[in-house]
């Protein structure tokens, strides 16, 4: 079997994708980015081989009026949109980042000048993905905006409740204010967010998918989404960024690291961390309410990350790490690696391999531990002595007579465990677990 003969196409909410990755949902300062020039970045995406296009958080009315009559001299004074990244990082190891915003929202005129591009230039096999949000939590709203929604032509609407900037600006969430019950606000009360997709649902013929908020728990995140499915959610897309605050600056007495800002404000974290959390949530929910899809998103910066995600049930997936992290050319790069993978393991479909790891997904209640111990590969040990000074009883170090090491770990069976532990210590890959004698 050739790449020429692998699909790599797949379906969204019955929607026909030409390859299951593509680029997260961002903003783009409407200011800036007319929707003539964000047109020329999303169609980069699709020229790499993007399966979809995914506009994001598309809220009720029209521009203001200092951004009709706009020119650079008021864009510096007026600019109601101000965001802000941060890498973080411990050493040379970079955790992940955050990103604070005052304002991230596009108008109705702005995403249908935007899709009218688009339209008269996209595959027929590359749908567009468009996000509706409604700054309150108020049913009839929602349905109204939904409506004018699906006037501007996309071919699938999601309801944007994993956003967090409507938190942004409230510090102490104890007692949220009624304009705080949407986003991620929203995504996590139940009781606000069921009326609100029945309505969306109720007002639209287009597939209605929504995001999941991580900040709504677990298993809470399985109650709302088995309920939404029910009421006719398609979709769910598995995370969404988590709210965070930067560490602060301790050299600086404690003032935050954000460039450019004079407070260490509320954000939301991404980056790769978020690959196990959605992992977990594409995981659980494809195993146990199997009449949802799941769009999986966050943390993905590999190819292989795509497999994995597929293989626990994901219908396609979205990266904006990966994109930030490697370029445009990881789209690219990705669907040549999916089909070469698929030639190798035989498999002609993107269905005949999804959902194929939900089979080893069990409880530790359900999962057997066999009696192993871990065994040392003294061709690879440097002698550190790094295992050893953790907490396992197990291990001990002995002298030894080598040019270059004095020490060697040695590991007493009567008290290993094999929790690995050690294997996760070493610095170079010296610890396997073997049968105990």
């Not at 003969?5 to 300062?29: A, E, W, Y």
């Not at 007692?175 to 997709?197: S, Y």
């Not at 600056?249 to 260490?264: E, H, T, V, Y």
């Not at 066999?370 to 002698?383: H, L, N, S």
């Amino acid at each position: 079997m050739s790449k020429s003969k692998v699909d790599i196409s797949t379906k969204l909410d019955g929607v026909k994708m030409r390859s299951p990755f593509g680029v997260s949902p961002h903003n783009l300062d409407k200011a800036w980015f007319p929707g003539t020039k964000a047109a020329e970045l999303y169609l980069k995406y699709v020229d790499a081989g993007a399966g979809f296009v995914y506009i994001p958080a598309i809220v009720p009315g029209d521009s203001t009026d200092w951004e009709k009559k706009l020119d650079f001299k008021n864009l510096f004074t007026n600019q109601q949109y101000v965001g802000r990244w941060l890498k973080i990082r411990e050493g040379n190891m970079i955790l992940g980042h955050i990103y604070t915003a005052k304002n991230l929202f596009n108008f109705l005129p702005w995403a249908k000048k935007l899709i009218e591009i688009l339209r008269s230039k996209l595959p027929e096999d590359v749908p567009i993905v468009l996000q509706a949000l409604v700054h309150e939590s108020d049913p009839d709203k929602w349905s109204d905006h939904v409506k004018r929604v699906t006037e501007l032509g996309p071919d699938i609407i999601e309801l944007n409740t994993g956003c967090p900037v409507g938190l942004m600006g409230v510090v102490d969430t104890r007692k949220l204010p009624p304009e705080a019950k949407w986003g991620m606000a929203m995504g996590a009360a139940p009781e606000v967010f069921f009326p609100v997709l029945e309505a969306a649902v109720r007002a639209t013929g287009l597939p209605v998918g929504f995001k999941l908020t991580p900040e709504s728990g677990y298993p809470r995140m399985m109650y709302i989404t088995e309920e939404a499915a029910k009421i006719g959610a398609r979709h769910v897309v598995t995370t969404h960024k988590y709210f965070a605050i930067a560490p602060p600056d301790i050299w600086n007495g404690g003032k935050g690291p954000f460039p450019a800002l004079d407070a260490n404000c509320p954000a939301d974290m991404g980056g790769a961390a978020l690959r196990l959390s959605m992992y977990k949530a594409t995981a659980l929910i494809s195993k146990n309410i199997p009449n949802i899809n799941c769009f999986a998103g966050g943390g993905i910066t590999r190819p292989e990350h795509v497999v994995e995600a597929i293989m626990l049930g994901a219908y396609a997936c979205q990266t904006l790490t990966g994109v930030v992290q490697n370029g445009i050319r990881l789209i690219t790069r990705t669907n040549d690696w999916l089909k070469e993978y698929m030639v190798k393991c035989k498999y002609e479909s993107i269905d005949d391999f999804r959902g194929v790891a939900l089979q080893y997904i069990k409880s530790t209640q359900e999962t057997n531990f066999p009696y192993y111990v871990a065994k040392v590969d003294e061709k690879k040990c440097t002698g550190c002595g790094r295992c050893a000074e953790s907490y396992c009883p197990a291990i001990t170090m002995k002298s030894v007579r080598r040019r270059k090491l004095k020490q060697l770990p040695v590991v007493n069976q009567k008290y290993c465990s094999c929790c690995g532990m050690c294997g996760f210590i070493c610095p170079v890959d010296a610890f396997s677990y073997v049968q105990r004698e």
